[in-house]
């Protein structure tokens, strides 16, 4: 993976094309994040429409075409999204923390179970984030979690297909 200069690795698509393909390969769903990481509130529609596009671009670049869903950095997103876009599917979900730079693995555990036990929709979706080579994130809790929820609460995993 790419790393800036002085500081982390660069998650760009543009700088990372290989890890778009094997993601892919692996048979993992490709989305829309932002190309740039904004915060889309402070943006006008022209620019939340090309951070998007261009994201799209830089995958579709990489070799694979990902779906027409979108999800917004910090779930800040509009309810609707602007031009091109607007038959666009927005994901929404809910955070784990799991970003903040120390977090402990029973904090995320106990953030998900919460978001699970205080939700009134049949569907929760939990977004969780990768930072390779970043002190602190390699956590294993995904297992911890998906075997709880399944074995002890009796949820189900369904696949995402949008």
């Known amino acids: 993976m790419t790393t800036f200069d002085d500081g982390p690795p660069d998650p760009s698509v543009i700088s990372n094309p290989d890890v ?7 048979g993992h769903l490709i989305g829309i994040h932002t190309q740039h990481h904004p915060t889309l ?3 006008k529609p022209q620019a939340v429409e090309s ?7 830089a995958i579709v670049d990489a ?9 917004s950095p ?12 607007k038959d666009w599917r927005i994901i929404r979900g809910e955070l784990t923390d799991d970003w903040w730079p120390f977090v402990s693995e029973e904090s995320v555990i106990d953030k998900c179970r919460a978001v699970i036990q205080e939700s009134s929709e ?3 979706i939990l977004i969780f984030h990768d930072f390779p080579g970043r002190p602190g994130h390699t ?10 929820l399944i074995n002890k609460d009796g949820y189900v995993l369904v696949d995402f297909n949008y």
Request: with cysteine.
């Open 63 to 71: 070799g694979v075409t990902p779906m027409k869903v979108f999800r």
């Open 122 to 124: 049949s569907t929760v």
């Open 51 to 57: 951070e998007i596009l261009d994201c799209y671009k």
């Open 41 to 43: 509130s402070i943006l």
């Open 139 to 148: 956590f294993n809790f995904y297992n911890i979690i998906v075997n709880e």
């Open 74 to 85: 910090g779930l800040k997103d509009p309810r609707s999204l602007p031009g091109t876009l």
């Open 20 to 26: 778009v393909r094997d993601i892919h390969a692996a």
